[in-house]
């Protein structure tokens, strides 16, 4: 089981099975941790269970191979089963203090969170809960339609402030954001249609590391 580091943050693919088209996840997945990608989420809304599954152990074995996170998105009992490293969990999924408890100590377990309310509550649970932060959406934007209300960069600012996890903004960000984003505080960036419904996924990821020191 591969454990977070400072640098596993710093480029965060979350997968789009729409988005990623007739190439499909696995083959959007392979050239973009080519390109720099440091963790791996899958994210699929849509696929039965027997489907997620049967991705999920493709991403697993293709990311251990580059050495990268994987994370499964909402479903703890998909994670385990199939080894991933950690479990991403929102704020209508399993509690992240019961997933620890069924999880135990080793699995990557990330949380979102949308506001300060959010971002205190995290401070109350037992310490090691969550490992990371995904903090957002930062913009607007189709890939989450129904999300909560876009804090911008200076929202993000001022809910990181203080914060001791480390954290990943969130929504509808390109190159162009990355460097604000890291210098209001967090440690990297999570994307999901920047890269999958990008022509070139290598490309794409190559450019938002690049983006790191504009
Ligand atoms: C890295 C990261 N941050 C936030 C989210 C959003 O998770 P959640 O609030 O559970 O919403 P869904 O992704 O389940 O729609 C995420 N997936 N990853
Ligand atoms: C999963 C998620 N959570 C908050 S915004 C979002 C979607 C981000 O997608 P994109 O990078 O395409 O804007
Ligand atoms: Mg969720």
């Known amino acids: 089981m591969i454990r977070l580091d400072a640098e596993s943050l710093r480029l965060y693919l979350v997968t789009d099975r729409a ?6 996840v696995a083959e959007t997945v392979r050239p973009a941790l080519a390109g720099g990608v440091t963790i ?23 990311t251990t191979a580059a050495g990268v996170p ?13 080894g991933a490293d950690g479990v991403h ?13 069924v999880a135990g100590t080793q699995l990557i377990i990330g949380h979102s969170v949308s506001c300060i309310d959010e971002i205190e ?4 649970w037992p310490d090691g809960t969550v490992d990371y932060l995904g903090i957002g959406p930062v913009f607007a934007t ?11 960069i200076d929202g993000v600012r001022e809910v990181l402030d203080g914060c001791e996890l480390p954290a990943v903004a969130i929504g509808g960000i390109k190159d162009i954001h990355v460097a604000p984003l890291r210098a209001a505080g967090a440690a990297g960036v999570a994307v ?21 020191e504009l």
């Open 19 to 24: 988005l990623c088209g007739e190439r499909g």
């Open 40 to 62: 791996v989420q899958l994210r699929d809304h849509e696929a039965t269970t027997r489907e997620l599954l049967d991705i999920a152990r493709e991403l697993r074995d293709i």
């Open 70 to 82: 994987f994370v499964v998105d909402d479903r703890l009992d998909v994670a385990l089963a199939v």
């Open 89 to 101: 969990l929102g704020q209508s999924d399993l509690h992240p203090v019961d997933a620890r408890r």
């Open 121 to 124: 509550a995290v401070a109350e």
């Open 142 to 152: 189709p890939t989450k339609p129904k999300a909560a209300a876009p804090l911008g």
């Open 192 to 212: 999901v249609s920047a890269v999958c419904a990008a022509p070139d996924p290598a490309a794409a990821a190559r450019a938002l590391l690049a983006a790191e």
